[in-house]
């Protein structure tokens, strides 16, 4: 049986940066942990998991003494935002009922969506909910990231 070891936890430090940035004391870090647990689960559960989809791949969270920044790394950033930043604002203020504290949101735009391991692992899997040929949407997937600019693909 190979090893496993976590792709992201493996880089953090060196290649990756981590996905929260913040310090907090002893007594208060267990609370911004499960929040920012919560801000994740509801982001994903809002923008990717029901219609239309955002394609958000990336969460982080910064914190500072009073406010919580959330930056969202979008496929696409117009389904976020909405019409004339209507969208962005609704999201903001369930933020902030979510975990009552005020809540700033960054969207950062994914310039090649086909390069990105999150979307293309998450499209991947709905494809094959669809019953799609296992073989034929891993060629088509390895040859759009190559297409796209990746030096190479493991599925």
């Known amino acids: 049986m190979g090893q496993k070891c976590h792709p992201i936890g493996f880089r953090v430090g060196i290649t990756e940066g981590w996905m929260s940035r913040w310090y ?5 870090f267990g609370t911004f942990l499960v929040e920012d ?11 990717n998991r ?3 989809f955002a394609g958000v791949s990336k969460v982080e969270i910064e914190r500072t003494r009073d406010e919580v920044k959330v930056i969202l790394h979008a496929a696409r950033p117009g ?7 209507a969208e962005v604002d609704k999201l903001k203020e ?6 009552d504290r005020r809540v700033a949101v960054n969207i950062v735009e994914i310039k090649e969506p086909d390069l990105d391991a999150f979307l293309l692992g998450s499209s991947i899997g709905e494809q094959l909910k669809k019953r799609m040929s296992f073989r034929r949407v891993m060629k088509q997937k390895c040859e759009a990231a190559m297409a796209a600019g990746a ?3 493991k599925i």
């Open 24 to 28: 907090a004391p002893k007594a208060a």
């Open 37 to 47: 647990e919560r801000i994740r689960i509801f982001v994903d559960k809002k923008l």
């Open 50 to 52: 029901q219609p239309p």
């Open 79 to 85: 389904v976020v935002i909405g019409a004339k930043g």
């Open 94 to 99: 369930q933020l902030e009922d979510l975990i």
């Open 151 to 153: 030096r190479g693909v």
